[in-house]
């Protein structure tokens, strides 16, 4: 979004930050904890080369994501627009973002 | 997670809506995937988020022993499969008669719950069902067949171990399992085939969805002429697989059929870019297998 003022980028980060460890905490539950334990999870990371989310998983953690988050973030209308291939190429950090979007979006403005 | 106990068989559901939720009078559409190396998630990505965004009631769910439904050493005949079906509405709430859409076994699924409970049934849509009026146990059995070879093969195990890694080697891990520790295999041989004079008398419309180059294509004429009120497309340079291929075109299918089928029919134009054809070893797989050969049972055991 442009013309963001500073205070406003600096309270963005903040909440990216915030939902990053979320998405995380989510995954690593969906993973397992065995697997998981070592693993980083950053913006950068990707379902499918670095994490090898099965599709299966994929659908699990858009389960939990949509139960932590509800009717504010349309996890459904999200994944309606890709396949499951752009859907398991997605980077964890553009997940964040949809999710910081909708968060941050006036509740009475419409969905693009 | 989303689990329901349905007909005493926990089940993993995935129920979709369009944001704000789904109106009151939304098609409800339960969506039914294929067996042993497939799961809900290839309906959920496929067509169920974009049919819940364009506004149907979705309902995707883990047939038993798939995905994360549970593995029962028993009850995988077809019409165990059925009453899981009932047990899982009836658990849901759903009175209203839903569309059922089915690919491969699930499409075979679909059928027969249509001509068993038509009253609960509103449409089906069958996308590449193996059908057949005589021998459809063994036909089931030689799918299952078909990916016994696929894992069985050593360059090919090998390949999925080394190669595709994790993803790859749990699915096929995860079908070695379901084969060998249950009786899946049995149960899919004693499908019983379908009833010429039930099938005349089907009360439901049906959409019949084949790849033209697909290793069943030969039984998709015979459905249509038994099925009273059938549409049949079928996809020119698709295989069995058209739920992965024309993933675009079956959405925009799926689209007018559930919610504006009083509009012109979409009209499909192939992709000139690729062919998809079926591969060789899925040709020339010889009908029926004998499922309890010893080397077949060795290869499931290692």
Same mark, same amino acid.
């Given at each position: ?15 990216? *930050?915030?939902? @990053?460890? &979320?998405?995380?905490? =989510?995954?690593?539950?969906?993973? +397992?904890?065995?697997?998981?334990? $070592? ?22 953690? *858009?389960?939990? @994501?949509? &139960?932590?988050?509800? =009717?504010?973030?349309?996890?459904? +209308?999200?994944?309606?627009?890709? $396949? ?22 006036? *509740? ?5 | ?302």
């Amino acid at each position: 979004m442009s013309g963001t003022s500073g205070v406003a980028q600096a309270d963005r980060t903040s909440i990216e *930050a915030q939902v @990053l460890g &979320e998405v995380a905490e =989510d995954l690593r539950e969906v993973i +397992g904890e065995e697997y998981s334990l $070592d693993l980083e999870i950053t913006a950068e990371t990707t379902f499918s080369q670095d994490l090898e989310l099965e599709s299966i998983e994929f659908v699990a953690l *858009a389960d939990r @994501l949509r &139960e932590r988050y509800g =009717d504010p973030v349309d996890f459904v +209308g999200f994944l309606a627009k890709m $396949d499951v291939d752009q859907v398991i190429n997605m980077h964890v950090g553009e997940v964040v973002q949809f999710i910081v979007d909708s968060l941050r979006a006036p *509740a009475s403005a419409g969905s693009a | 997670m989303t689990e329901v106990i349905a007909n005493d068989v926990r089940l993993h559901v995935q129920r979709l809506t369009p944001k704000g939720g789904a109106a009151t009078d939304a098609p409800v559409v339960v969506m039914v995937h294929g067996m042993v190396m497939d799961n809900m998630s290839s309906f959920y990505f496929a067509l169920g988020t974009w049919l819940a965004d364009a506004g149907c009631d979705v309902i995707c769910y883990d047939l038993r022993g798939h995905g994360r439904s549970e593995r029962t050493a028993a009850g995988y005949q077809l019409a165990d499969s059925l009453a899981d079906l009932t047990g899982l509405l009836d658990v849901l709430g759903v009175d209203r008669p839903v569309h059922v859409v089915g690919n491969s076994y699930g499409a075979t699924m679909a059928l027969a719950y249509g001509l068993e409970s038509s009253d609960r049934v509103a449409s089906l849509t069958l996308i590449e069902p193996p059908f057949l009026i005589e021998g459809l146990g063994e036909e089931m059995a030689r799918s299952l067949s078909e990916i016994l070879v696929a894992m069985s093969d050593e360059e090919v195990a090998g390949w999925i171990e080394d190669g595709a890694g994790r993803v790859a080697g749990r699915a096929l891990r995860s079908a070695r399992r379901l084969i060998g520790e249950t009786t899946i295999a049995t149960d899919m041989l004693a499908t019983p085939p379908f009833s010429r004079d039930a099938l005349a008398a089907l009360p439901v419309p049906v959409l019949a969805v084949y790849g033209e180059n697909s290793d069943i294509i030969g039984q998709a004429e015979g459905l249509a002429a038994l099925v009273p009120d059938c549409t049949l497309v079928i996809l020119a340079h698709h295989t069995h697989m058209v739920l992965r291929e024309a993933t675009a075109f079956l959405r925009v299918l799926l689209g007018w059929w559930l919610l504006d089928r009083d509009a012109p029919q979409p009209e499909f134009h192939p992709p000139t870019e690729r062919r998809f054809e079926t591969p060789e070893w899925v040709t020339q797989m010889v009908p029926p297998p004998n499922l309890a050969r010893p080397e077949i049972a060795q290869k499931l055991s290692t």
